[in-house]
């Protein structure tokens, strides 16, 4: 069982959308070039074709400007994910984060072995704030086992070029659940990463998604080990929360408010975005943008991308209409992530209410006040009903 | 029609021997139908019937023949009714007895033909299919000349499917089988063999008129149960209904009752004129009562108004089928139901899924009980949960089994039986290679999978057939399956007592993989009363949520989402506890690990 405290126990309560919610202030844009592919991933991405790396930006651009009315003058968070979006030509890098709106969290993913002191100073000078590292493990074997190029001292090395540029909010990517991996590797995995004090650790479950070559190499031994990776999950969380660190959203900590020096909130306010159910426009191949309830996802074939941008066309895009009670079914499973608790009153009609008193019976949600204005309260998972979330969610939806 | 020129004989054979093909050629050569009518089957009426070839419904088709009246009386062809085809037997003087050249005598075609010969019936015997490659025709026709004590070469061989040999089975049923004796001018009496339901006219009764004469509009009784209706018409089939102005002794017909409830006139009971009634009704009536019990629900519970219409409608056409209301914890609400034996339980499913289409969750089979309360009281048990925990005595219905096999495979049969609680009583070599082992089992014994497992150890060789012989006392004990503390009525079952303890553990087992890992740990528990004989725990879930969920994984995420949703929308609700609907059919699927 997981011990109390997790992280802030002063929880704030979910904050209220902005008025004007047409209005987006979350920009995430997609940079898909890859040195390889490591086996696991089932993200869009791009080999090769370094010369591309310059029309890509431009068509960037180009889609920009296209949906630059969709933005609010001043964006609060610009995310770029990839790919690998620091293995994208220095030069064109440079170009599209000197264009990018301006914002209050910039954050860039890298991968280890991408990050030189020239880059980190490249990033710095153009108002990157957050840099969140793909670490995925320190074991070398496992590394192999993903088909990761960077060794543990690439990531190390990587992290104090960060550092020395000046990054004050820097994230570290973990994965656990590798084949072959023991519970003492993934106890030595989390205590090298403490070692660094990132402001902030994803840790994800490897999944052996559907198509990988990774599934069809490790999908038996994924499935076999199944059971005993449950208790991995356990651990991670015991393990960050007695180091100081906020388990704020399922998959990620942060330092907690009171054991950062400044007292700063260094959870990712760009994903806090997602989760608290805000528009947010994507850019870039197989991006996906949420606005005004639809959603759409970009092409994620690189050459009709190109092809339309290179005419001022918006590219093919598959469309997703979000009716209402499709909106607040995900609110209920996105705000269940979180450890802020969800005003039950925004999402009405989407709760089960035997569910929801059997599962407090049980231990796993609670309902909490809100203060006078919220007379239902609040709905919040216990820390053992977020382990569960999933199925927790299935059962309190209506 | 004189008498003398009456003739009224059955087809009877295995499944698959030929009956049906026999009866068209017959059809077709007296010219009853005319090829343009001739649809293959033509008395195979119901879909479900044509399509596994084998007859439900027993017919009666009048045909002429060199200036003879022949009554040709279809019967059921399987076990699960030999009630019916015992009185389709006594309206017949004769029977031709059909064996396919290739396959030879099997255990059914032994059954039938002990059947015929009890009922004093003139046996003509055929071996049809001798088109086929494969045929054996002097070896069929030995073991045939054998089982019904004549000579070889008075064996008939034909092709029904060509029409070699059909004419001479018709001279040989006008030559070898007596016409019926009877008293014209007798009080009338007209044994029922059989009854179908129409919409519009009510309850047939398909009638061999043994004494007197029943005219149109007479008032008629049924002797058994009392029941008191008019004959609105009276006629013969043709293969259609054709009416008549009366139907006389000797003959084989219909009368319309205008009846609303085919359970008003069952098989077996004497018709007589209320103007004149007889002394005394034909012999032989006997209420048949299922044997084989299951649980029918419907798999969405806003389907049971429907299951309980369907089960109305079947009913008017199907005396044999009984129902009543059944409410289980598990399962909700839906229908006891019992049958004759085991095809008739798949006749009846099958027509509610197909003609109703309903989608239902049929539970194990089991049969009835009797049993001795604590007051002296008898009681009659359908339901393993309804079988009181405090008891004096417990009897359950044993069959008498005859199987044949090829010779080689008498060990694995007898290991079978064994394995079955069987009593073997005796041993019969009908050739050199074949051989029929009789046996007495408990009918629980071979509601399950005794079939499946006989076909499986015989490599599909064995034929195997059975009747009721009554109830003994057992050592039987009832199982309770306990899922988290509750105790779950649809799972409960009776067992022998030797049994009990790996039945249960067996159950327990199973229970455990079927059932999906909860919030917390299930116990899972089978119990003889209040004690434990096997224990297996469903782990609690640790962790049950999905890594990562950014902007491009919401719609992915929703989905699995749904689905989960959905899934667990099928679950049923024991307890705290979901449990799968497949679940409570783990106990029929108990001995697959065995196989």
């Known amino acids: 069982m997981i011990p109390r405290p997790f992280g802030s126990e002063q929880v704030p309560a979910f904050e209220e959308s902005p008025s004007d919610a047409l209005v987006v202030r979350h920009l995430y844009v997609h940079l898909p070039f890859c040195a390889h592919r490591c086996g696991y991933c089932d993200f869009v991405t791009v080999v090769g074709r370094r010369g591309q790396h310059a029309a890509y930006v431009d068509a960037l651009l180009a889609e920009l400007e296209l949906e630059r009315g969709l933005l609010a003058p001043e964006l609060e968070t610009v995310f770029l994910g990839g790919g690998t979006p620091t293995f994208t030509e220095p030069r064109e890098l440079e170009r599209l984060l000197a264009v990018l709106p301006d914002a209050a969290e910039v954050t860039v993913e890298a991968n280890p072995e991408t990050v030189t002191s020239a880059l980190a100073a490249l990033l710095r000078r153009h108002g990157v704030s957050r840099v969140s590292l793909g670490a995925q493990t320190f074991r070398p074997e496992l590394l192999g086992v993903l088909d990761r190029v960077a060794g543990p001292d690439d990531v190390r090395r990587s992290f104090y070029h960060l550092r020395d540029a000046g990054f004050d909010n820097i994230s570290l990517d973990l994965i656990y659940g590798i084949p072959g991996q023991r519970p003492s590797d993934l106890a030595a995995d989390i205590e090298e990463a403490l070692a660094l004090r990132p402001e902030h650790l994803s840790c994800y479950e490897l999944e052996a998604k559907p198509g990988t070559r990774f599934t069809h190499a490790h999908g038996e031994e994924l499935r076999r080990q199944a059971e005993a990776l449950e208790g991995y999950f356990e651990s991670v969380v015991e393990r960050l929360v007695a180091a100081g660190y906020r388990w704020y959203e399922t998959a990620n900590f942060c330092r907690a408010a009171l054991a950062d020096a400044d007292g700063r909130d260094l959870r990712s306010r760009h994903n806090l975005a997602y989760w608290r159910g805000r528009d947010y426009l994507g850019l870039g191949i197989g991006a996906v943008s949420t606005i005004g309830g639809e959603r759409w996802r970009t092409t994620p074939r690189l050459g009709p991308y190109l092809a339309a941008l290179r005419e001022d066309r918006l590219p093919p895009r598959e469309l997703e209409p979000l009716p209402e009670s499709v909106q607040r079914e995900e609110r209920v499973m996105l705000g269940l992530r979180l450890d802020e608790p969800l005003p039950v009153a925004t999402v009405a009609g989407a709760l089960d209410e035997k569910a929801l008193a059997r599962l407090e019976r049980l231990g796993l949600a609670q309902l909490v006040p809100l203060g006078p204005q919220h007379a239902r309260g609040a709905l919040t998972l216990t820390p053992r009903g977020r382990l569960l979330g999933d199925a927790v969610t299935a059962d309190l939806l209506a | ?595």
């Open chain 2, 1 to 595: 029609m004189d008498l003398g020129r009456i003739r009224n004989f059955s087809i009877i054979a295995h499944i698959d021997h030929g009956k049906s093909t026999l009866a068209d050629r017959i059809l077709e050569l007296t010219k009853t139908v005319s090829g343009r009518e001739m649809r293959a089957q033509v008395l195979d009426t119901m879909e479900l019937e044509r399509e596994r070839g084998i007859t439900i419904k027993a017919q009666a088709v009048r045909v002429n023949w060199k200036d003879n009246e022949l009554n040709l009386i279809d019967t059921p062809g399987h076990v699960d009714f030999t009630y019916e085809v015992s009185r389709s037997l006594q309206a017949c003087e004769g029977a031709v007895l059909v064996v396919d050249a290739a396959q030879g005598v099997e255990a059914q075609t032994v059954a039938n033909a002990y059947l015929a010969i009890e009922n004093n019936l003139e046996i003509v015997p055929v071996v049809n299919k001798i088109d086929l490659p494969q045929a054996d025709p002097d070896g069929a026709a030995a073991e045939l000349a054998e089982l019904v004590g004549g000579k070889q070469e008075d064996v008939l061989r034909i092709s029904a499917k060509t029409g070699e040999g059909v004419a001479e089975v018709l001279d040989a049923i006008v030559e070898r089988i007596h016409s019926p004796s009877g008293e014209p001018a007798a009080a009338s009496r007209a044994l029922v063999f059989d009854s179908s339901y129409d919409q519009y006219r009510g309850v047939v009764a398909f009638v061999r008129m043994v004494d007197g004469a029943f005219a149109a509009g007479e008032p008629l009784q049924a002797m058994a149960q009392g029941t008191r209706f008019e004959a609105e018409e009276v006629g013969f089939f043709s293969p259609t209904m054709k009416a008549a102005e009366t139907l006389g002794a000797g003959e084989v017909g219909y009368v319309i009752t205008g009846l609303k409830d085919v359970s008003r006139l069952r098989v077996g009971d004497t018709l007589t004129s209320e103007r004149k009634p007889a002394a005394e009704p034909l012999p032989g009536y006997k209420d048949v009562k299922p044997m084989v019990f299951a649980g029918l629900f419907p798999t969405d519970s806003d389907d049971y108004p429907d299951l309980r219409d369907a089960l109305e409608r079947l009913k008017l056409n199907d005396a044999a089928l009984f129902y009543e209301p059944e409410t289980s914890q598990a399962l909700g609400f839906g229908f006891r139901c019992g049958f004759l034996g085991l095809l008739h339980m798949e006749i009846v499913r099958e027509r509610l899924e197909r003609e109703f289409d309903l989608d239902l969750l049929v539970t194990a089979p089991n049969v009835a009980y009797r049993v001795l309360e604590r007051n002296g009281e008898w009681l009659e048990v359908h339901n393993p949960a309804e079988m009181p925990r405090e008891l004096d005595a417990v009897e359950e219905p044993y069959v008498r089994a005859s199987i044949i096999v090829p010779k080689d495979y008498v060990g694995p049969v007898m290991e079978l039986n064994n394995d079955r609680r069987g009593r073997f009583d005796h041993m019969e070599y009908l050739s050199p290679e074949r051989v029929l082992l009789a046996y007495e089992l408990p009918l629980a014994e071979i509601v399950l999978d005794y079939y499946d497992q006989l076909k499986s150890r015989t490599r599909g060789y064995a034929s195997f057939d059975y009747d009721v012989a009554g109830f003994r006392e057992g050592a039987l004990a009832r199982v309770d399956i306990l899922i988290g503390d509750e105790p779950v009525d649809a799972l409960s079952m009776i067992v022998h007592r030797d049994a009990a303890y790996a039945r249960g553990k067996a159950l327990v087992e199973r229970l455990r993989k079927e059932i999906p890992r909860q919030y917390f740990d299930v116990a899972v528990q089978a119990a003889i009363g209040s004690r434990v004989i096997a224990r297996e725990t469903v782990k609690a879930k640790r962790k049950d949520v999905l890594a990562k969920c950014y902007g491009g994984d919401i719609s992915r995420k929703r989905k699995l989402l749904e689905k989960q949703k959905a899934g667990k929308r099928r679950m049923k609700q024991v307890g705290a506890v979901e449990v799968p609907q497949e679940a409570f059919l783990a106990v029929l699927n108990l001995n697959d690990g065995k196989k």
